[in-house]
Structure formats: C-alpha cells, structure tokens
C-alpha cells in the first residue's frame, strides 16, 4: 500500500483518478485484482512507464 501510495503521489499531476477493486489483503501483503487509471486531459505525455512489484 505504501508503494501504491507513492506511486500516486508522485503522478498526481497526471492521473486524474485511480480505482482499485477489488483489493486482496492477506497476511502476505496486499494485491489489486483489478485497477483503472484515467490520465488527466490537460496534459501531453511523451511516455509513461510505472512498474509495480
């Protein structure tokens, strides 16, 4: 979750909204099932890379 957290944090300026669910916690940590980001409009990306682990 921290990583996630950061993650967003540091594209706020290009995400205008990030859904995650469902989101399965278990002992071991924590995975998304499924996620949807939408980038915001307002701006030109030249690329994108994000790689979570």
Do not use: K
Not at 15 to 29: K, T
Not at 33 to 39: P, R
Request: glycine share 6%; charged share 20%.
């Amino acid at each position: 979750m921290t990583r996630f957290s950061e993650m967003v944090g540091d594209l706020a300026d290009v995400l205008a909204e990030v859904d995650v669910n469902p989101l399965i916690v278990g002992r071991a940590g924590a995975i998304a099932a499924d996620a949807l980001a939408a980038l915001r409009h307002t701006r030109i990306l030249d690329s994108v890379s994000v790689h979570c682990s």
